[in-house]
Each structure stands twice: as C-alpha cells, then as structure tokens.
C-alpha cells in the first residue's frame, strides 16, 4: 500500500521547512501554520485591518528572493516564535505577533538581499488563511515517484522539497497522482479530494542545500512531459490526525 512519508509546513512563505511527524487537518482548512505569516517586501496591497489574499510578488518569496534558500528555520509549536539560522553561526528569534521584535531578523534580510528590498519590510498574516500562491485553503501531495522520475529524466538528484509540498507519499506509479482530480483518498482516516495540478516555477530550480539556482525543473517538465506540473493541490474533507507511516487508500473505479 502507498504511505506518507513526510509532513511539511512552511510558516513563513518563502522560508524553510519545518518537518512534522503528525498533523491534525481539519475539513475546509490549509495544513496548520502553512504559509500562516509572510514579509511584504515594500508597500503593496495587502491591508492589515481588512486582510485578504493578495499575489506572492508582493512578498519576500523563493522565486524571486533565492537566497533566502540559505537560511535554516524553525517556528514552535504554537506559531509564534520563529528563529532563523544564518551561515555566520548567527542564530535570531522573533515572535511573529510582536513586530517590535521583528527589526534584528529585517535589518539581516535589508543586508542579505541588498536591492531585492524595495522598501519597508513587514509580517503579513490573514488569521486563518495560508498565504499560499493560491488563495484556497488547499494542502499540496507530492508524489515521490513522480519526482524520482523527474530524476531519471534530467540525470540530476531532485530533492523533494523543492516542490515545498505539504504531504509526500511513496509507493505509487510515477505521475498517478495526476488522475486524482475530482477524486478523493484516504490518508490514515482523513479524505482528501483532487482539486488541481501544480504549475512549478522558479523556486523549484534552487537547490535546498546550497542555496543555487542549479538546475531549471519548470524547463526540464516541459521538456520530457510537455507540462511544467508536478504535484496535486488538494482540499481537505474530513478532519483528522494524518501521521507518517499512514497507508494512502487510492481512488476506486469510477469513483467521483
């Protein structure tokens, strides 16, 4: 039987990973702490006392940040402490909810990113939204078979997280997952439905461990697939625990 193998939630968009053995999902919701803050990366659109989703350029992101790749992260289980570590051996800890603690971790960003910073750099949050690319609160699979194809293909290792999803899953065909739109599986006990494919950009060619851009997966997709997708957005229908070691119960036929 497929399983899921990793859990990952990215607190703040465009930052590290932080890897979880377990998550709770809750029906209609994005994984928990997913993309829950972001930093707007000089004036734009999004307003604090009427939040709402606005596009990923407005915010510091991989894509167009690639440095950003050499920071390691962590946020504490509540959300709210977030510590970045730095090459230099540097270790800053911020509380997201206080932006009076904020101004050592944008002075070390202003230095690092250099003109990438178009002006006054601030922590964007929509309680209870992921400030993901999409403005659904859907949660991103990432089929290890599929990536391991993708491997084969170009001749080059791939790390899965550069896809930044939230589940990945193991045991399938390469690409099985792209049959899963408008179907629902099983994770351990929660249901989950296909909503949609993932279009990759940029941030996928940076590589997670040495922060380069080394490798161009959008151009590779289109190349040996005639798609620059790789992954599944898909909604949460049931709530429930998921952990890793789950078994993955697949689509049935013709189930709708």
């Known amino acids: 039987m497929p399983k899921l193998t990793a859990i990952t939630r990215f607190p703040v968009k465009g930052f590290g990973p932080d890897r979880l053995e377990q998550v709770e999902l809750t029906a209609g919701q994005a994984l928990p702490l997913d993309r829950a803050w972001a930093i707007e990366n000089g004036p734009g659109p999004f307003d604090p006392a009427r939040p709402a989703h606005v596009k990923k350029k407005h915010f510091l ?14 946020c504490d289980t509540a959300g709210q402490g977030f510590t970045t570590h730095w090459p230099d051996g540097e270790t800053i800890t911020i509380t997201l909810g206080d932006a009076a603690s904020h101004g050592p971790l944008f002075a070390r960003l202003e230095a690092l990113l250099g003109e990438q910073v178009r002006g006054a750099l601030r922590f964007a949050h929509i309680p209870g939204q992921a400030l993901t690319d999409i403005p659904l609160p859907h949660i991103s699979l990432i089929n290890a078979a599929s990536v391991r194809d993708l491997e084969r293909r170009t ?5 899965p997280v550069r896809f930044r999803g939230n589940l ?3 045991g399938l065909e390469p690409w ?9 599986i099983l994770i351990g006990d929660v249901r989950l439905r296909g909503q949609s494919l993932i279009r990759r950009c940029v941030a996928t ?7 380069k851009c080394d490798l161009d997966l959008p151009a590779a997709l289109m ?3 005639g798609h620059a997708d790789c992954g599944i957005y898909m909604s949460v229908e049931t709530s429930g625990a998921v952990t890793i070691g789950d078994g993955v119960e697949l689509p049935g036929p013709g189930q709708a």
């Open 61 to 74: 992101m991989l894509a167009g940040q690639t440095a950003l790749a050499q920071l390691q992260t962590r």
């Open 155 to 159: 001749g080059h290792a791939i790390d």
């Open 168 to 170: 990945l899953i193991d």
């Open 176 to 184: 099985a997952e792209f049959d899963w739109l408008g179907q629902d």
């Open 205 to 211: 060619s940076i590589n997670p461990v040495t922060a």
């Open 223 to 225: 190349t040996h697939f």
